[in-house]
Structure formats: structure tokens, C-alpha cells
């Protein structure tokens, strides 16, 4: 299909298979206008098209799609690197160094400490200078976070979650008592969010197969982890549908759905 790439100078237009990975679309670019594959960003709508997926991932892409690219300037991405910093994270006894940006959110730190770690997302807990980090899309200089400031890493075990499940649902019957999931009906998923929302996080969740898009968003923004803002969730080159359930989408065990923020007309 053929699309149009927007640039701040004039437009273009491309043709593109919808199997084609949206890197491979910016090393094209890169032949065509020797703009660096590193510098580039390609939006559709405002949401960014991600490295690491294809075009048949973003059914919001179709003939004559209109697609912005942004090239960032090297200067300034040089004079960036100032928000790079050393921190110290402390684990039981442990002690890890790890430079992040100031501008990195909790969310993002705290799923790099899941991939070093193992450790459960939804019971871990960050603190600086006695004040837990509990909003998962903030800042880390929001908090104070500077060059060699020691973050202390805990667990939380209120919910009684199990090493590994890393949220749990569970529901009333019709005598409002709390029922657990059947595992039958449970399933494992990692929601992956763009580069823009908690840099490209993968959040494991466990959910209810009946349960509804609306649903597992809630829980994300209830959870803090995801901001308050609108999402959509794509899985596999559709669009969610928010009052229908998980099953209805055909979501199995392990799938991965891909949010963004902003919201989508009913016609694509």
C-alpha cells in the first residue's frame, strides 16, 4: 500500500508492505534522504510507530496514511545526555549501580528491576529519603532523584500475591463475597507500551478471560500503573473494542497487547 511521509519541508509518498517492520521503513528513509535511522520518529495520529513492530501491527495505517516524521536534532540530543545519572538501587543486602535518565518514570525503573531481578512488579516497592515512589508515571526528579542518590527496593505482600503474578483479580458473587479465579479461566499477558509511555515498558498482568477492555483498564489506572489519560489497546492488527471481553478478542495465554494513549473513531 502506499502511504504519505510528512517532513517539516514537504511530503512523499512511499509504498510499504504491511509486513514490512517499521524499521526497515526508517533504513529506507535513511537511503532516500540520508536522515540517520538513530534521529528519526515516524507518528501516525501523534502515536509513535515502534522499532520493534510491523506495519500490519497499526491497523490505523492504510492507503494514504499520512505519516509525520520528526528528526531529531543531534545538538540537542548531545546536550540531553546531562540528564543521565548514576544511582544506586539497594536490594536486601545487595547493591546495584544503574544510570538512568532523570526524566525516566518509576514505571520504567521498576521494570528494569523486574528484568534484573525477577522480582514481581505489582508488589515492588521504591523509596528515597524515607518517601515511597508510589505514582508509577512520574519522573524520577520529581522525587528528588539526583547523581548518586540510593533508591532502597521492597516488596509488597499486603495482597497476599504470589512470587510471579503480577496482578491479581479477583471478584464478587452474587452474596458480595470475594471469589479468587478459577486458573482455568486466568490468563497470562504483558501489555507493551510505545516508547513515549513509560519507555516501551512490558507489564505482566494476569487477568479473567471474561473480563472486559474497560475492565483491564481501570485496573491499570487504579493500579498507577499506567497515568491518567485515555489508551487504546491493540492486539493483533485490531483495535479493541472496550466492552468486550478478552476471550471475544481471541486472546490467548502469553498474547501481547499494545497500548497507546488517545482515542479511536469508530471507523478505523
Known amino acids: ?22 524499521l526497515g521503513i526508517k533504513q529506507r528513509i535513511e ?6 535511522v538513530a534521529t528519526q520518529t515516524l507518528t501516525v495520529y501523534g ?6 513492530l ?42 546495584i549501580n ?8 518509576v514505571g520504567s525503573l521498576k521494570e ?3 528484568i534484573i531481578d525477577g522480582s514481581s512488579l505489582k508488589r515492588l516497592a521504591l523509596s528515597f529519603s524515607g518517601i515511597e515512589m508510589d505514582e508509577n508515571y512520574r519522573c524520577l526528579c520529581e522525587y528528588g532523584i539526583c547523581e548518586g542518590s540510593e533508591i532502597s527496593v521492597s516488596y509488597k505482600n499486603e ?3 504470589c512470587e510471579g503474578s503480577e496482578i491479581s483479580v479477583s471478584y464478587k458473587n452474587a452474596n458480595h463475597r470475594r471469589v479468587d479465579m478459577p486458573s482455568a479461566r486466568r490468563l497470562s499477558l504483558v501489555v507493551q507500551t510505545s516508547s513515549s509511555l513509560l519507555n516501551s515498558a512490558k ?39 472496550d466492552d468486550c471481553s478478552l476471550r471475544w478478542h481471541g486472546v490467548e495465554d502469553g498474547d501481547f497487547l499494545y497500548v497507546f494513549k488517545g482515542t479511536v473513531s469508530r471507523e478505523y
Open 1 to 22: 500500500m502506499k502511504v504519505i511521509i510528512i517532513t517539516i519541508t514537504g511530503e512523499f509518498a512511499m509504498e510499504i508492505g504491511l509486513k514490512e517492520p517499521v
Open 31 to 36: 537511503q532516500l534522504l540520508g536522515v540517520e
Open 47 to 52: 502515536l509513535e510507530l515502534i522499532d520493534g
Open 54 to 95: 510491523d506495519m500490519d501491527d497499526y491497523p490505523i495505517v492504510v492507503e494514504g496514511t499520512k505519516i509525520d516524521l520528526t528528526i531529531e536534532d543531534k545538538q540537542l540530543a548531545v546536550e540531553l545526555d546531562v540528564n543521565r545519572i548514576q544511582i544506586t538501587l539497594k536490594i536486601s543486602r545487595r547493591r
Open 98 to 105: 544503574m544510570e538512568v535518565d532523570r526524566t525516566e518514570t
Open 112 to 114: 528494569k528491576i523486574h
Open 159 to 161: 495482597y497476599g500475591i
Open 203 to 241: 507489564i505482566p498482568l494476569e487477568m479473567m478471560k471474561s473480563c472486559t477492555i474497560r475492565e483491564m483498564r481501570q485496573i491499570l489506572l487504579d493500579e498507577k500503573i499506567l497515568p491518567q489519560n485515555d489508551y487504546f489497546f491493540i492486539h493483533k492488527q485490531r483495535i479493541m473494542q
